[in-house]
C-alpha cells in the first residue's frame, strides 16, 4: 500500500539494511554512475548489503555483497548479483576487510 501511494506521487520505497527509504527518481547507482562520468569507469568497486543497493552495485565493476548480522546475503542481493564476490562478515569489520583486500592489501 506504501509503495503504490508512494509511486501516486512519483516517488519509491526502498528497503535499507535497518530502514525504508523514500526518494525521489533517483538512487545510489545514479549518484555512482555520475561520478564514474568524471573520474572514469574502469576498476569501480561497489559494497552492498541492501535492496536500496541494487542500483550501485549495478553500476560498477566489481560488487561485492556484505552479509547481514545473521550472516545471510539479502535475497534481492543474492539474485541480482549470484556471481559477486562476498565481504567475509557482516558490518563495517567485513566492508573494511572486503575493501582491504580489494585494494590488495
Known sequence: VVREAAARRGLRVTRGGRFHHLT???DK???????LTLLGPDGSIGLGDAENDLGL???VDRPILVPRPNGSIDPALAAAFPAASRAPAPGPEGWNQ?????LGG
Open 29 to 35: 547507482g545514479r549518484a555512482v554512475r555520475q561520478v
Open 98 to 102: 572486503a575493501v582491504l583486500s580489494a
Open 24 to 26: 525521489g527518481a533517483t
Open 57 to 59: 552495485l549495478g553500476a
